[in-house]
C-alpha cells in the first residue's frame, strides 16, 4: 500500500516536501510516479523515478522546481517542491508499477497512493 503524506499551505516562492511511503515487499523493485489532481481539471502527470532514481522524468511545468528522488532503505519516495506556483495547488498521488521502465500515463500504474492536499497561496 501506498501512503502520500506532506502536503499543506504554503505561500508562493515556497518549498515542501512529499512522501510516499511503501508498506508492501520489493519496493525497490517499483517505479514511482507522481501526480496531480487541480480542482475541476483532470489529473495530470508530475515526476517519475525508476527503482534507483537513476532515470527520471517531470513535466514540462514543473521541471528546475521539482525534484523527485527514493530511498529504498527506508521504502519511500520523495517529491521536493521548490519555488511554487499558485497554480501549483492541487491534490498529489503517489502511484507504482512493478517495471524498470517509467512513463507519463496514468494507465501504466497498478497501485496508487491517497492524496495529499497542496496548497500554494499569494
Known amino acids: 500500500q501506498l501512503q502520500a503524506s506532506g502536503g499543506g499551505l504554503v505561500q508562493a516562492g515556497g518549498s515542501l516536501r512529499l512522501s510516499c511511503a511503501n508498506s508492501g515487499r520489493g519496493f525497490s523493485t517499483y517505479s514511482i510516479g507522481w501526480f496531480r489532481q487541480a480542482s475541476g481539471k483532470d489529473r495530470e502527470f508530475v515526476a517519475a523515478?525508476?527503482?534507483?532514481?537513476?532515470?527520471?522524468t517531470y513535466a514540462d511545468s514543473v521541471k528546475g522546481r521539482f525534484t523527485i528522488s527514493r530511498d529504498n532503505a527506508k521504502n519511500t519516495v520523495y517529491l521536493q517542491m521548490n519555488s511554487l506556483k499558485v497554480e501549483d495547488t492541487a491534490v498529489y498521488y503517489c502511484?507504482?508499477?512493478?517495471?524498470?521502465?517509467?512513463?507519463?500515463?496514468?494507465?501504466?500504474?497498478?497501485?496508487w497512493g491517497q492524496g495529499t492536499l497542496v496548497t500554494v497561496s499569494s
Open positions: 502511484a507504482a508499477v512493478r517495471s524498470p521502465i517509467i512513463r507519463e500515463a496514468e494507465s501504466w500504474y497498478d497501485y
Open positions: 523515478t525508476n527503482w534507483n532514481a537513476g532515470q527520471t
